[in-house]
């Protein structure tokens, strides 16, 4: 919390039972919630509500040894851009369309 000083920990795969993640590496926060990936595990992003629970958003297959990285959103919110670094055999770059303001609002307030 930028407007008091404060850091709070969302989210602990060692304190949280069923943990969605494993291998955290990147973030990006988007409103209130966190978008976080993985390196390696099941290769998932996977939003971190304001609350710490957490859902996965999307599933890369077929790529195992590899990891999720550099995920971005444009300027409208609309588009999500991340890469597999290394692929099938080479890195991937991806681009998700999607209303994700309303997939974060449901998670956030359910």
């Known amino acids: 919390d930028l407007t008091t000083d404060r850091i709070r920990i969302l989210y602990d795969a060692?304190?949280?039972?069923?943990?969605d993640l494993s291998g955290v590496?990147?973030?990006?926060?988007?409103?209130?919630?966190?978008?976080?990936?993985?390196d390696g595990g099941n290769m998932e992003l996977v939003l971190v509500g304001k609350d710490g629970r957490t859902q996965p958003c999307l599933r890369i297959v077929g790529q195992d040894g590899s990891e999720i990285t550099g995920p971005a959103f444009d300027p409208s919110g609309t588009r999500l851009y991340f890469s597999s670094q290394r692929g099938a055999t080479f890195g991937i770059t991806y681009e998700v369309t999607g209303p994700f303001a309303?997939?974060?609002d449901a998670v956030l307030s359910a």
Do not use: Q, S
């Open 14 to 19: 060692a304190t949280t039972p069923d943990a």
């Open 102 to 104: 309303a997939f974060r």
């Open 25 to 38: 590496d990147n973030i990006i926060a988007a409103g209130e919630a966190l978008y976080v990936d993985e």
